[in-house]
């Protein structure tokens, strides 16, 4: 296996990549520091605490789609490809053939799920990743069709917003809601409204405007509960009213 690692300054210059932070950053550089030749990683967990990062770092890394993880609970860093390039001499298979025969490449080298495939993660249940197919790229494992009939589009999933596309929605409404503490927060909470999967971000960014819930921490918040008619104070962000929204 070779034991040089490259890094593509289109990923880790993007925005997308330095809203996150700097423990999320430095969880994601130690995962494909120690990946095989095709980018998969099999103990993320035991790297995760090694380097004294937090559960919520791996949360975020899959939310934003930086590592794909398997139901087996191996991972794989998915722009590898854009980062790496390995001589024919040095390269050695991944051992997770399993996993392998789930991706396809797309056409900028990065790794995306086969249409057949359920994206898992490791945030609580419903938080799941869209789900794509694999028609017009190169398979690089199994073929989900032997016919070559194109898969079916499943039902189309939530996807979690980026801090960016928060930001543009909060300038359109012309709101103070914190972008980087909204989807921190949902991330952290496998983007959930109460006890249900979240399933309009645009509806929970409408009520932290209404409720004028920006930035307080721990502060208590006073706003109306407009079911009752009287006024009622939340600790920190309550999800009471998200729920009815939503």
Not at 35 to 55: E, S, T, W, Y
Not at 153 to 180: G, L, M
Not at 196 to 222: C, F, I, P, Q, Y
Request: charged share 30%; hydrophobic share 35%.
């Amino acid at each position: 296996m070779a034991e040089r690692r490259m890094f593509s300054k289109q990923i880790i210059d993007s925005d997308a990549f330095l809203d996150m932070s700097a423990s999320a950053q430095s969880l994601y550089f130690h995962l494909a520091m120690r990946a095989d030749d095709d980018g998969f990683v099999n103990n993320p967990k035991k790297i995760l605490r090694m380097i004294g990062a937090a559960d919520d770092d791996l949360k975020i890394l899959i939310a934003k789609r930086f590592v794909i993880i398997f139901e087996s609970g191996v991972i794989v860093i998915k722009h590898w490809r854009m980062h790496n390039y390995i001589r024919a001499d040095r390269y050695k298979e991944t051992a997770y053939i399993d996993e392998k025969s789930q991706l396809s490449i797309k056409e900028n080298g990065s790794y995306t799920l086969n249409g057949n495939h359920l994206a898992t993660t490791c945030l609580p249940d419903g938080n799941h990743l869209d789900t794509q197919v694999s028609i017009g790229k190169d398979s690089i494992g199994k073929d989900s069709n032997s016919t070559g009939t194109a898969v079916p589009k499943q039902p189309k999933r939530f996807k979690p917003p980026s801090v960016d596309e928060v930001r543009a929605y909060c300038r359109e409404r012309k709101n103070r809601v914190d972008a980087e503490k909204f989807v921190d927060y949902y991330t952290s909470n496998g983007w959930k409204v109460g006890k249900n999967s979240m399933k309009d971000w645009k509806a929970s960014v409408r009520t932290w405007e209404k409720n004028d819930l920006v930035g307080k921490g721990g502060k208590k918040v006073s706003f109306q509960d407009y079911d009752q008619g009287e006024p009622v104070e939340y600790k920190g962000i309550d999800l009471l009213a998200e729920a009815r929204e939503a």
